[in-house]
C-alpha cells in the first residue's frame, strides 16, 4: 500500500485541482445551455464546437510552448472532434424526442 504522503504530492493535487475545474465549465456549459433552451435558442452544434476550439486554443498553445509533437495527425483530432459534437448533439436530439413522447403519452393517460 502507498503511503499517504506519496500520493498527496503535488502531481496528485493539481490533478484533483484541474479536474474540478473542468467539472465546474461543463455544469456551466449545461447550465447556459438549458438557459438558452429557456429563451428558445437551441444550438447545442454550436456550443460544443466553442467548447473543442477552446480546447484547441489551449492545448495546442501548450503543445506549441512545450514543442512536443502530436501522437497523431492533426486531421485524425479534428475528425473525432467533429464526431463527438456530433454525437452529442445526436443525444440532445433523442433526449427532446423522447420527452415529447413521455409528455404525449402522459396526455393520453389522462
Known sequence: MRNL???WVKKTLVGLGLGQ???LLITSTGFSSSELAKKGINA?????FLNYVLLAVVYGSIMIYRR???KAK?????L???IDVEANF???LV???ICGILRDMSLLQI
Open 68 to 70: 512536443k509533437p502530436l
Open 44 to 48: 447545442p452544434t454550436s456550443q460544443s
Open 74 to 78: 492533426w486531421y485524425y483530432y479534428l
Open 5 to 7: 504522503k506519496e500520493l
Open 90 to 92: 445526436l443525444v440532445a
Open 95 to 97: 433526449y427532446f424526442v
Open 80 to 82: 473525432l472532434g467533429l
Open 21 to 23: 475545474f473542468l467539472s
